[in-house]
């Protein structure tokens, strides 16, 4: 599976931002699917997945209530809704595939897209 992401940019501290992850390929469907993040420095960490259905999502303590991950297997789109950003939340993001589990792990992860970057001004 190929995967696109995009909808980075600046946004102010306590702003929104949707990121979209394009999928591509028949088996887009039977992926977990996430984003992870890379600030400048830090390792890749987790964010945020979701299961095949969507019905199952996990977040990473520091984003949740403040982001959401949904999916749309038929148009093979995951969306990362960012909201009540902070300056912390500055990295480039990366969608991910997996077929290991909800739990996604940068070790585990076996496709990935692009990055995006998301810088929040303080």
């Known amino acids: 599976v190929q995967l696109q992401a995009s909808g980075g940019g600046l946004v102010p501290a306590g702003g929104s931002l949707k990121l979209s992850c394009a999928g591509s390929?028949?088996?887009?469907?039977?992926?977990?699917m996430g984003w992870f993040r890379q600030a400048p420095g830090k390792e890749r960490e987790f964010v945020a997945s979701?299961?095949?259905?969507?019905?199952?999502?996990v977040y990473a303590d520091s984003v949740k209530g403040r982001f959401t991950i949904s999916r749309d297997n038929a148009k093979k789109l995951v969306i990362l809704q960012m909201n009540s950003l902070k300056s912390e939340d500055t990295a480039v993001y990366y969608c991910?595939?997996?077929?290991?589990?909800?739990?996604?792990?940068?070790?585990?992860?076996?496709?990935w897209g692009q990055g995006t970057l998301v810088t929040v001004s303080s």
């Open positions: 991910a595939a997996d077929q290991d589990g909800v739990d996604m792990s940068v070790a585990r992860v076996s496709y």
């Open positions: 979701t299961s095949y259905s969507g019905l199952t999502t």
């Open positions: 390929g028949r088996s887009f469907g039977s992926y977990y």
